[in-house]
């Protein structure tokens, strides 16, 4: 099973960029589609951006197309999403996430993600 530990949250000013980082450890990573979600307080969690395993595909929520960049380094065993130009309705705990299945494609739906990170607070300011 893999393990995935999150990481590059924070506090930071409307307009700002922020790198967040998921880390890989067991199992077979780099022939996984992994996902970025994200919960604001008192709403469900939501699709972020998703990536396939070779990295060739990439798919994001509206709310954040042209602003966020997913991308992975399977030698590194690490998924990234850069953030950029931030707004205070980005504030939320972000997650990665993994499908298990072998060169799995992307996807748009919690549920079909097998095993999560513990998340990682962005908190944009106005």
């Known amino acids: 099973q893999v393990h995935l530990v999150d990481s590059g949250g924070g506090l930071v000013q409307a307009g700002a960029s922020l790198r967040l980082s998921c880390a890989a450890s067991?199992?077979?990573?780099?022939?996984?589609?992994m996902g970025w979600f994200r919960q604001a307080p008192g709403k469900e969690r939501e699709f972020v951006a998703t990536?396939?395993?070779?990295?060739?595909?990439?798919y994001y929520a509206d709310s954040v197309k042209g602003r966020f960049t997913m991308s992975r380094d399977n030698a590194k065993s690490t998924v990234y999403l850069q953030m950029n130009n931030l707004k205070p309705e980005d504030t939320a705990v972000y997650y990665c996430?993994?499908?298990?299945?072998?060169?799995?494609?992307?996807?748009?739906?919690?549920?079909?993600?097998?095993?999560w990170g513990q998340g990682t607070q962005v908190t944009v300011s106005s």
């Open positions: 990536i396939n395993w070779s990295g060739a595909n990439t």
């Open positions: 067991g199992g077979t990573f780099s022939l996984h589609a």
């Open positions: 996430a993994g499908r298990s299945g072998v060169y799995s494609s992307t996807s748009l739906w919690e549920s079909e993600y097998d095993y």
